[in-house]
């Protein structure tokens, strides 16, 4: 039976791995996509943020099924925002302890659901290995004390020294969580400069060290975070370099065994991303101010408990492209409110919000447009989901063709991806999604200015491409949720 590595590169952009695969200039996945099969649009989750992203692969579902809604969201057990550290200031508001708790801890072992076994559980439960380097979605049963390094532990006040972390047969987390190095310690790029080793190298050299050792598990997920910050910083469509490093990693990887073709009779690899990004114009008008459009309601902050005493009405969590406002109080009241006033702003590509049960609207921002739909009815899309609706399919860029099939265009999988997202965990909300060009401001909101920026439903955020070499796979309509089932049914299940 082969092995299984997955390659999973963060805000990977199909138009640029394209043009680069085109031009030779990535000969590992140059020869991964010459003796494999290539996708080039593959669906990822909404809102398109790596958390939500990489809980819909490891786990086969939705956030409506996996619980993880976003980055940024309101917990309605605890009554608080959780937030990954979006950015420096969030994580010296909230507090480094908490940020770290949330990521460590609390990310797989309490948001991400129990009724949802990952692809490690399932696996492993099976007598298979597996391992993770660096993704922070790696729940497993196996225990973990993760060392925090003293800068680190230095911010938090030394309340935060060390963790108890589940995971699979092996995981890597920077230098919090790793295996002896085979090297210097030196070699390996570590610290604060080099992000606590979360770096595309560190996780190189790691996954390369446990094959070399002779300890690569049967199946592996080595995730690479640089290429994210680089599109953010120079624009999705700029990231040619950094993908490039990435392609000498994976390469430095197959390396180990001695020839590439080697690598393919003893491995089935995987290489995709989680999603893409879209470019956010330069000026201020780009930035969509939620705290100044919804000022006149009373804001629950990062640090506060919502209760009867503080009397706040919305908590607003932005996902750079996409935002969620849940309403805490009044709750039909209030949401009418805030639907009112977002409608009126025509850079809100889509309002979205649940009526009832299995019912739901979608507005777009500037227009009179609305739309009704529901799960279970006459309309059929690719994925075989039955729908039913009313109203304008403009407001979702859909249309019915002939014997009642429905397909989106620009915003695909549209409805399905939509009500994931107003399902996801318990709460009144809103969900907005931009339009092309423009991201969400407010407090704690990660901001790029003509940079990179994902989230929303629309297509160039929400697509990726994916390399398959090793084992025959026909995806029709691939969505990242289907790297549960064919990982599975590689190994036999």
Request: aromatic share 10%.
């Amino acid at each position: 039976m082969k092995k299984v590595i997955l390659f999973v590169v963060d805000s990977l952009h199909p138009v640029v791995l394209a043009r680069l695969l085109s031009e030779g200039y990535v000969p590992a996945f140059r020869f991964l996509a010459k003796h494999g099969t290539y996708f080039e649009r593959v669906v990822s989750s909404f809102p398109t943020m790596t958390p939500v992203a990489t809980s819909s692969m490891i786990t086969g579902t939705w956030p409506d099924r996996h619980g993880v809604p976003g980055f940024i969201w309101y917990n309605e057990d605890i009554r608080k925002i959780v937030d990954y550290g979006a950015t420096l200031q969030s994580v010296i508001k909230i507090g480094t302890e908490k940020v770290l708790r949330n990521l460590l801890i609390k990310l797989n072992q309490e948001h991400l659901s129990s009724d949802t076994p990952t692809l490690y559980e399932e696996l492993e439960s099976k007598g298979y290995s597996t391992g993770n380097v660096n993704l922070f979605m790696h729940r497993a049963t196996r225990p973990y004390k993760a060392k925090i390094p003293f800068s680190l532990s230095l911010a938090t006040g030394f309340r935060f020294t060390e963790a108890e972390v589940l995971g699979p047969s092996h995981l890597t987390l920077g230098q919090l969580v790793h295996p002896t190095f085979a090297e210097r310690a030196s070699a390996y790029p570590r610290g604060p400069l080099n992000r606590f080793g979360f770096n595309d190298a560190f996780s190189g050299k790691i996954s390369a060290q446990l094959i070399r050792e002779g300890k690569q598990p049967d199946f592996m997920v080595v995730y690479f975070p640089d290429n994210d910050k680089y599109s953010h910083h120079y624009g999705p469509l700029r990231t040619g370099p950094s993908i490039e490093q990435a392609d000498l990693l994976v390469a430095s990887v197959l390396d180990e065994f001695g020839s590439w073709e080697k690598a393919l009779e003893e491995n089935v690899i995987i290489v995709t991303g989680d999603h893409a990004q879209s470019l956010v114009g330069l000026g201020n008008e780009y930035l969509i101010d939620l705290d100044r459009a919804l000022k006149s309601f009373k804001r629950l902050r990062a640090t506060e408990e919502a209760s009867g005493n503080n009397n706040k009405e919305i908590a607003i969590c932005p996902n750079e492209r996409m935002a969620f406002i849940y309403v805490l109080q009044r709750k039909n009241e209030i949401l009418h409110d805030i639907v009112g006033i977002l409608a009126k702003d025509p850079r809100n590509a889509q309002i979205a919000w649940k009526i009832s049960e299995n019912k739901y609207c979608v507005l777009q921002g500037g227009t009179e447009k609305q739309l009704f739909f529901g799960r279970v009815g006459p309309y059929q899309d690719v994925y075989g989901q039955t729908w039913t609706f009313e109203g304008d399919l403009t407001v979702v860029d859909a249309q019915v063709k002939c014997k009642q099939k429905i397909e989106f265009g620009k915003y695909p999988d549209a409805f399905g991806r939509l009500s994931s997202a107003l399902e996801a965990r318990s709460g009144s909300r809103v969900v907005v999604s931009a339009v092309s060009g423009y991201e969400y401001l407010a407090a704690g909101a990660p901001i790029h200015p003509g940079g990179g920026s994902h989230g929303s439903l629309e297509e160039e955020d929400s697509t990726v491409p994916m390399i398959v070499t090793g084992m025959p796979v026909r995806l029709d309509y691939p969505r990242i949720i289907d790297l549960f089932p064919m990982i599975m049914g590689h190994f036999g299940f």
